[in-house]
RNA sequence: GGAGGGAUGGCUGAGCGGUUGAAAGCGCCUGACUCGAAAUCAGGUAGAAGGGCAACCUUCUCGUGGGUUCAAAUCCCACUCCCUCCGCCA
């Protein structure tokens, strides 16, 4: 959430920045009326409690001295009951201002371009070649099912629509990537690995801005209240929920690999084949816990370990910025590098790398402590590195040959023992 | 699932109805001593909200939410979580 202070401050630079996100700026308007009444109150309940703590002493005094104090008793009592009406207000007060904050997203970052909506980010980057081939290049789909690597029917068969099975080799490499990548993490960028739940309960989604607005988009478990898990990012960051961490442990550098839960709510009839737009997909997550001067700084490394992966397995890409317009609720800035897709001749998103700044650390209550004593919020930041399923795809796509077998990039050669998955 | 025990500041841990937001120890910060460090000594050290230009003042918080009382960390109720034992179980 925003910081209060700056919505009370500055309202027009807020409405300015939710209006580019497409966000209605009257919720400034509503956040600051309710502000106003709940100020008022809690001056006014403040002074009562005030009074009554004063008199309360003085009973405990009177009746230490053996005298009597039933008068005044009664006039205490009676402060009391009209403190229990106006905190009763209050509590209404608050659940308001708490829920209009939860609702006002994230201020776009002064660098992001305006924008409606996708269709004007801006390529920033394009690197690598794309693939050519000398023949009609193959869908990732038709590929995976001549190899009998990806079995789509009986993935609906089993869940629905949207779902799919991975079988022998196809399985393996999924299997190998996820290795991989994290192994990449790990040994060459420096993070240290996570291994989350799966199952996560409803303060942790609203600390990282899944909820409340988003409810619809993620699996619930009713009985249990808990929802799926949509992206290691929830349960990664909520690690720290509440914490005071030190100035010394920062940068926290997390990758995680978790499967990840969508709903896909509104994307009926979008990438309706092929694995590039499912209800489940395995993902390996790379979580930033910063200090706030750092934050932009440690977003371009975080990009580049994005990019670091692509690089290894040969892919060609491009680097995309979101306009304000497609930027989401929580995030100041994101990017998404895209990796080639052959059959389709286009670019797909296969990664996305955001900086939260503190809007993440206020939900969450996520700060540090800096050497001089002060007390601050983190700056949170994450990016996918990368979604496995939709590497998968790029693999096969682009490292297909015309018999239609699929080379096995190199570094991954040793986790599959093999260098090639060919027909049978 | 059954029975019992517990939840207090960055940590350990006292307090069990009246200046207790909280003893003590550890940790951390500042100062003294030292060439420097260690040890020692002195002092400081929770978070949030509201008000004030500020110094500062006020309120709230001892797992969470209710209740009793003039007054609750302390008594009562519910819930959550943790621990021990029993049962079940991948």
């Not at 990449?184 to 799966?198: A, D, S, V």
């Not at 897709?341 to 797909?348: A, H």
Request: with cysteine.
């Amino acid at each position: 959430m925003l910081d209060p202070n700056l919505i009370r401050e500055m309202p027009d630079v807020v409405k300015d920045g939710i209006t580019k996100k497409g966000t209605d700026p009257s919720i400034v308007d509503d956040f600051l009326e309710v502000d106003r009444k709940r100020r008022d109150l809690i001056k006014k309940i403040d002074e009562m409690r005030h009074k009554r703590r004063t008199l309360s002493e003085e009973i405990g005094s009177i009746i230490a001295r053996g005298g009597d104090a039933e008068g005044i008793k009664e006039s205490v009592r009676e402060t009391g009951t009209q403190i229990n009406e106006l905190e009763s207000e209050l509590r209404n007060i608050e659940s308001v201002y708490q829920d209009l904050l939860l609702r006002i997203p994230n201020l776009p970052y002064s660098a992001v371009p305006y924008g409606k909506d996708e269709s004007e980010n801006v390529v920033i980057r394009q690197e690598g070649e794309k693939k050519e081939f000398p023949f009609t290049p193959r869908s990732h789909w038709e590929i995976g099912e001549a190899l009998d690597i990806i079995d789509f029917k009986r993935g609906v068969k089993i869940s629905g629509a949207r779902f799919y099975v991975l079988k022998g080799l196809g399985a393996k490499l999924e299997r190998a990537l996820i290795s991989w990548m994290i192994e990449l993490h790990i040994q060459k960028h420096g993070y240290t690995e996570i291994f989350p739940p799966f199952l996560i309960n409803r303060a942790s989604m609203t600390g990282t801005g899944q909820l409340p607005k988003f409810e619809e988009d993620m699996y619930h478990i009713e009985v249990d209240d808990l929802f799926l898990n949509p992206t290691a990012e929830v349960p990664v960051t909520n690690l720290y929920r509440d914490e005071i961490l030190s100035e010394e442990e920062l940068p926290i550098k997390y990758v995680a690999y978790t499967a990840c839960f969508r709903r896909e709510a509104g994307a009926a009839g979008k990438d309706t084949r092929g694995i590039i737009r499912v209800h489940q997909f395995n993902k390996v997550e790379m979580v930033r816990f910063v200090k706030a001067e750092d934050s932009y700084k440690e977003l371009d490394e975080l990009i580049d370990n994005a990019e670091d992966v692509l690089r290894e397995l040969g892919l060609s890409y491009q680097i995309k910025m979101m306009c304000t317009g497609d930027l989401g609720f929580a995030a100041a800035v994101k990017y998404d590098p895209e990796v080639y897709m052959p059959y389709q001749d286009k670019y797909v998103e296969i990664s996305s790398c955001s900086n939260f700044e503190d809007f993440q650390a206020r939900r969450a209550n996520i700060r540090y402590r800096t050497k001089d004593g002060k007390i601050r919020f983190v700056h949170t930041l994450n990016g996918s590195g990368l979604a496995v399923g939709r590497t998968m795809a790029a693999i096969l796509e682009n490292y297909q040959t015309e018999d239609g077998s699929v080379i096995i990039p190199e570094v991954l050669q040793k986790y599959m023992g093999i260098d090639k998955i060919s027909r049978k």
